[in-house]
Nanobody, 116 residues
Framework: QVRLVESGGGLVQTGGSLSLSCSASIAINNVQLVGWYRQAPGKQRETVANISKHGITNYGDSVKGRFTISREDYKGTVYLQMNSLKPEDTAVYYC??????????WGQGTQVTVSS
């Protein structure tokens, strides 16, 4: 089972950028789908973006055109480049595999805070 550790979160002003990284404990070449998710206080966890093993990407409507997900399987890393950040993007960001989501297994995440 893949274990994932998120990093790269921090405090940024509105309009700024952050790049998040997700490091896998094992190779993820055969992981069909990996994605980024976020949860803000008082809100449900939502899908930010996901990417298939073949590089096909999907984005939540609220982040389209601003965020980019990518994966480098040989490095065991998934990235989320976040541009034009808004206060509404403030949340704890998690990466996970499709299986992890189904099993409700989550890591510690990384905090992203966007100030006005």
């Amino acid at each position: 089972q893949v274990r994932l550790v998120e990093s790269g979160g921090g405090l940024v002003q509105t309009g700024g950028s952050l790049s998040l990284s997700c490091s896998a404990s094992i190779a993820i070449n055969n992981v069909q789908l990996v994605g980024w998710y976020r949860q803000a206080p008082g809100k449900q966890r939502e899908t930010v973006a996901n990417i298939s093993k073949h590089g096909i990407t999907n984005y939540g409507d609220s982040v389209k055109g601003r965020f980019t997900i990518s994966r480098e399987d040989y490095k065991g890393t998934v990235y989320l480049q976040m541009n034009s950040l808004k206060p509404e993007d403030t949340a704890v960001y998690y990466c996970n595999t499709e299986l992890g989501v189904q099993l409700n297994k989550w890591g510690q995440g990384t905090q992203v805070t966007v100030s006005s």
